[in-house]
């Protein structure tokens, strides 16, 4: 009974962490209606940053000798991890789902088989192999909505598009943030990711602001900012840093799959979306080929 009790709390984080990763396709739908996507991907990490900042800032200055030998490193995480998947969900959220967006960012964990394969020689067997290509066509029945004739006409939806290149997005960010070595402790290093995710974003910001639209600073840009900032970003990171800690990485990567289901109820909840019948489909697929690509003991960040 004492074990059970102390196993329950982390366990139970599985389920939680998700929650506030999840209201980030929330951000990415609800967010741009009022905030530009660049521009609310560029604040909200901006945000993050100064949050950090006076927590981190002491450790910070002691190891700049540090953070000179791994900028370059933080800045490819930075731009990986806030800048493309920063801001290609919220572009995203301008023409699909929400239910889409998490069922496609699924996908990701096949990416970074794949990215494990090519580049750091880990072995790929015929079970990896075959939940792989099981992922891959769920994603493609969600990205075409079931219609064979959205394929044969091109007829795809360029926010599924976007989110699929998010979802490889986060596979390079997971997979170097695994592989590179840091002499940062976990929020040194994520202070400093924020900084330069927010740097890599800045460009696009100002190009957005120049030639797109402009921000408009109203009290839905800060409540949009401030929520993205928190809760998919500072809340869902330090949860999903505990739950790791407490379970190990492969048992905490399953956060990911159960964030599609919170993806799908907020959407229901929130957006009057439906759950069509590709939405099925695509996720017994998916969820069937991560089985697959999971069992073995595959690596994971």
């Not at 990205?143 to 490889?168: C, E, P, R, S, V």
């Amino acid at each position: 009974m004492k074990n059970f009790k102390i196993n329950i709390f982390p366990l139970s984080l599985l389920f939680i962490q998700p929650i506030f990763m999840a209201s980030n396709l929330v951000v990415a739908r609800g967010g741009v209606e009022f905030v530009p996507p660049i521009s609310l991907a560029f604040w909200r990490w901006t945000v993050v940053f100064l949050i950090l900042l006076p927590f981190t800032y002491v450790a910070l200055k002691k190891k700049f000798h540090v953070i000179k030998k791994e900028y370059k490193k933080l800045l490819f995480l930075g731009s990986m991890g806030c800048g493309v998947c920063g801001a290609f969900p919220f572009l995203a959220g301008e023409t699909t789902t929400v239910t889409n967006m998490g069922i496609i960012y699924t996908s990701s964990p096949v990416f970074i088989i794949l990215i494990s394969y090519f580049f750091f020689k880990e072995k790929i067997n015929s079970t990896k192999i075959i939940g792989l290509i099981s992922c891959l066509i769920g994603v493609f029945i969600i990205i075409i909505k079931g219609d064979i004739n959205l394929l044969i006409n091109l007829q795809f939806t360029i926010g599924d598009l976007w989110m699929l290149a998010a979802a490889i997005g986060w596979a390079l960010y997971s997979i170097y943030l695994f592989y590179w070595d840091s002499k940062l402790k976990i929020f040194e290093r994520f202070t400093l990711i924020s900084f330069f995710g927010a740097l890599s974003l800045l460009p696009f910001y100002i190009g957005e602001e120049i030639f797109y639209k402009q921000t408009v600073f109203i009290p839905e840009f800060y409540f949009w900012v401030f929520f993205a900032a928190v809760s998919p970003g500072i809340i869902a990171f330090t949860l999903y840093t505990i739950t790791q800690k407490k379970l190990g990485a492969s048992l905490t990567g399953f956060t990911l799959y159960i964030f599609t289901v919170y993806g799908a109820i907020y959407g229901y909840i929130l957006f009057d979306e439906k759950f069509e019948y590709y939405h099925f489909l695509g996720t017994i697929l998916v969820f069937f080929g991560v089985y697959l690509a999971k069992k073995n003991n595959v690596k994971k960040v």
